[in-house]
């Protein structure tokens, strides 16, 4: 059974920067897949950005030039960047891995950025 922990959320203003943490309880070179999601109250759960095993990245539109993945495999933690923030990006910000076909959750982060 693999644990992804999610951390680093807080509150910020617009325009400021954060660094998102995601720690597994196992080998992050053997996921097939990483990535972030988020959900904001009253809407479903989206895709933000993901990596591959071989550390190819890939982000959703609205996010792309301002937040950036990477991944420390020794520390078996991924990290989301996120720089300029708007408070569009408010959300509970959730990490995902799959390993083969079975895929894996944390219980997410908070990102507060007021208007």
């Known amino acids: 059974q693999v644990q992804l922990v999610e951390s680093g959320g807080a509150l910020v203003q617009p325009g400021e920067s954060l660094r998102l943490s995601c720690t597994s309880s196992?080998?992050?070179?053997?996921?097939?897949?990483v990535a972030w999601h988020r959900q904001a109250p009253g809407k479903e759960r989206e895709w933000v950005a993901s990596?591959?095993?071989?550390?190819?990245?890939d982000y959703a539109n609205f996010v792309k030039g301002r937040f950036t993945m990477s991944r420390d495999i020794r520390k078996n933690t991924v990290y989301l960047q996120m720089n300029s923030l708007k408070p569009e990006d408010t959300a509970v910000y959730y990490c995902?891995?799959?390993?083969?076909?079975?895929?894996?959750w944390g219980r997410g982060t908070q990102v507060t950025v007021p208007s």
């Open positions: 995902n891995a799959f390993l083969g076909t079975v895929g894996y």
């Open positions: 196992g080998s992050i070179a053997s996921f097939k897949v």
């Open positions: 990596m591959t095993a071989g550390g190819m990245t």
